[in-house]
């Protein structure tokens, strides 16, 4: 049941009170209400049991907005973050929403995969501790330079550490120096018993790439701004797991793909929870295109993102086929 108007300040306090650890003095001035106001909506939140994170995220999953976006794009649950700059911050509140989301998600025993880049990283950076054993989390495609931040294994690490989980890195390069040398080292054995258990996860974490000239793909290496212009005009649209995908959300046949170490784009449409987290306005496109092509069952975007998602969706239509 959607949030009421009544309670949404309530939720809002509960929330910078209990998650962000901030005083009642401070909820006061982020809210402008007295701290007296504060101390009776907390008291109101433990009556109703609106204290704990995962009842927390209600605030961001039970709204108008997100119900609309759900039945518009098809998917299964879509978490919304507002810009109420005087409350909320995205940059801030969305690793923290995506981390609680996210152990929301995970059952006893499952496999979970996750991918790479600053969103992830941030949501493992901020992901609470947690005592998940039985848990095995998965590292979605190959590894980057050590050089480079946000790294596959970084992220997949510190997510297994802080559940305490099972880590299970994929020791092997994103991007060969050939095709040839790509293929030769999927057929290994250990690499090979890798990618192929992808496929028995219950649950993925990702957010889509661009491809700009200051894309991760381009950041770390993996590919030259110019190549990647060229790629644009080939009909790259996105990055899913390091992988170019098309308009349509659809592997793109060109070198860099066949030169990639990474999860097959069907194996990761057939994972039935797929969380797809983006921030980012300029990311609009990729995840239009990633929508389309089935990368998102759970989706979490800002408040502006989501209306662009709806407005779109009034006109050619986006869930997927």
């Not at 949030?3 to 003095?25: E, F, N």
């Not at 950076?125 to 050590?146: K, S």
């Not at 030169?259 to 994972?271: N, V």
Request: proline share 3%; aromatic share 6%.
């Amino acid at each position: 049941m959607p949030v009421r108007s009544a309670d949404q300040i309530i939720h809002k306090a509960a929330w910078l009170y209990y998650t962000h650890g901030l005083r009642q003095d401070e909820v006061a001035k982020h809210l402008d209400i007295s701290r007296a106001s504060v101390a009776m909506y907390l008291r109101r939140a433990r009556e109703i049991g609106i204290v704990t994170i995962s009842t927390s995220t209600e605030l961001f999953s039970d709204d108008v907005l997100a119900r609309e976006t759900e039945d518009a794009l098809g998917l299964e649950t879509v978490w919304i973050i507002p810009e109420d700059r005087q409350a909320f911050n995205p940059s801030v509140e969305m690793p923290v929403v995506a981390a609680a989301a996210f152990i929301e998600l995970i059952n006893k025993g499952d496999r979970v995969g996750v991918a790479w880049g600053r969103t992830v990283y941030h949501i493992a950076d901020v992901m609470p501790y947690a005592d998940l054993q039985g848990v095995a989390v998965v590292q979605l495609c190959g590894n980057l330079g050590a050089p480079y931040s946000y790294r596959p294994d970084q992220c997949t690490t510190e997510i297994a550490r802080r559940l305490n989980a099972e880590g299970i890195n994929l020791y092997a390069p994103l991007v060969l120096s050939s095709e040839r040398l790509a293929e030769e080292l999927r057929r290994e054995p250990v690499v090979r018993e890798q990618l192929l258990a992808i496929t028995d996860c219950q649950l993925a974490l990702y957010s889509v790439g661009g491809i700009e000239d200051d894309s991760h793909l381009v950041k770390c290496g993996a590919i030259t701004a110019a190549e990647m212009h060229a790629l644009g005009q080939a009909g790259a649209a996105g990055v899913i797991a390091g992988q170019l995908i098309d308009a349509d959300g659809q592997w793109l046949d060109c070198a860099h793909n066949r030169r990639c170490i990474s999860a097959d784009l069907d194996s990761i449409r057939k994972i039935p929870k797929r969380m797809l987290v983006v921030q980012e306005d300029s990311k609009y496109e990729p995840l239009v295109a990633a929508i389309k092509g089935g990368f998102a069952s759970h989706l979490m975007v800002t408040a502006s993102m989501a209306k662009r998602l709806l407005k779109r969706a009034k006109g050619a239509g986006l869930k997927h086929t």
